[in-house]
């Protein structure tokens, strides 16, 4: 007897969903029906480009309309790749057609168009959730062990992250990336939405008291009406806690996540997309310094970890991950209202960091409301 799937379809043909073409075949609790694009010929060339490279059991179908997808009886689930500025159209659709939602992400151009999607999701009793893979890695257990063991970390007081990568001119001109209609929050909603979720991931989601943003660099693409952010930083701020981030399409590659506190500190390189090649890992290092009149010492002291997870190809990777806890949350029929909540969160935290940048980089009292 066959084990029951969650089956999905893709809704868009982005570069993205390539890599979660196989995610959804090495899920495991998966079926990829269908593939969607307003171009029917975009879809056939999707589904052979990523066939030759990774078959799935049964060739899933070329759809030449989303509507079409979204009517299908036969899809339980939709991943949705689209562009910032045409999410919250397809995602309210999504759900008004009783399909689960997996949306990459920021989910919506602002805070009010999140709150109206998640909020149609839970009126349609469908499972809402965005698309941070890392956030399903195996190895954000392992972290949250070590931070909360006492000993290697102490008390919280820092966090520092950076994701950056240095684009090619191709990019920074022709790239939907650099559409203000299409991607209004430039590298803050392609980057730093990682870096703000794993800060508010290390908070246990505690709402900060305050944030500022600095926007550093801006540029568009030809036809764009705006500019938008090439290269902004900023600062969470929590009670007893400092956060920094760092996001640019304008520095070479670098995915740094620092957490210190009273008796150590612990860090990683390769947050968001770990390193291909090598068990998941991290380091805990708890240095001493020693002062013997002259001799001023300071003596390395470090653990290192590692989990039984690789990168993006494997099926223990955390993108497998996500389709894999996506999908039994479906196949239970049971919903998760973290996920949605965590979302809402993250998008008024980056909301809040952009209108402090727009206000001359002012410190903004964080607002939920």
């Given at each position: 007897m066959n084990e029951k799937k969650c089956r999905w379809g893709i809704l868009g043909t982005a570069g993205i969903a390539q890599k979660n073409w196989q995610s959804i075949r090495n899920a495991g609790n998966a079926e990829l029906i269908a593939v969607a694009s307003r171009d029917i010929q975009k879809s056939r060339d999707f589904i052979d480009r990523c066939s030759q490279q990774v078959p799935h059991p049964n060739t899933p179908l070329a759809l030449g309309s989303y509507e079409e997808l979204l009517s299908r009886e036969d899809v339980d689930a939709i991943y949705l790749p689209l562009p910032t500025g045409l999410r919250h159209?397809?995602?309210?659709?999504?759900?008004?057609?009783?399909?689960?939602?997996?949306?990459?992400?920021?989910?919506?151009?602002?805070?009010?168009?999140?709150?109206?999607?998640?909020?149609?999701?839970?009126?349609?009793?469908?499972?809402?959730?965005?698309?941070?893979?890392?956030?399903?890695?195996?190895?954000?257990?392992?972290?949250?062990?070590?931070i909360d063991d006492g000993k290697s970390v102490g008390k919280l007081r820092r966090i520092n992250t950076q994701f950056s990568f240095c684009a090619p001119e191709e990019f920074l001109t022709q790239n939907i990336r650099m559409h203000s209609d299409l991607e209004p929050h430039g590298c803050l909603g392609d980057l730093g939405w990682y870096t703000l979720r794993f800060i508010l991931w290390v908070m246990k989601y505690e709402k900060p008291k305050s944030v500022v943003g600095r926007l550093l660099n801006s540029s568009s693409m030809s036809g764009s009406p705006k500019?938008?952010?090439?290269?902004?930083?900023?600062?969470?701020?929590?009670?007893?806690v400092s956060a920094s981030f760092y996001c640019s399409f304008l520095t070479e590659h670098q995915q740094l996540a620092h957490i210190s506190g009273t008796k150590g500190n612990l860090r990683m390189d390769d947050f968001v997309l770990p390193y291909f090649g090598n068990r998941l890992g991290f380091t805990a290092s708890n240095s001493i310094f020693d002062c013997d009149v002259c001799d001023f010492r300071m003596e390395r002291r470090e653990t290192a970890y590692q989990v039984e997870e690789y990168a993006s190809s494997h099926p223990s990777a955390q993108e497998s991950n996500l389709f894999r806890n996506f999908s039994g949350l479906v196949l239970s029929g049971e919903l998760d209202g973290h996920w949605p909540k965590i979302t809402r969160l993250t998008q008024k935290v980056l909301m809040s960091c952009m209108d402090s940048a727009e206000q001359g980089s002012v410190e903004l009292e964080f607002s939920d409301s």
């Open positions: 159209e397809w995602a309210l659709k999504v759900a008004g057609a009783g399909k689960h939602l997996l949306c990459e992400k920021p989910c919506g151009i602002n805070a009010e168009q999140v709150e109206e999607i998640t909020s149609a999701c839970e009126r349609a009793g469908v499972q809402f959730m965005d698309g941070v893979m890392f956030m399903h890695s195996e190895r954000m257990k392992r972290i949250r062990a070590v500019q938008v952010p090439t290269e902004f930083s900023g600062e969470v701020l929590f009670e007893d």
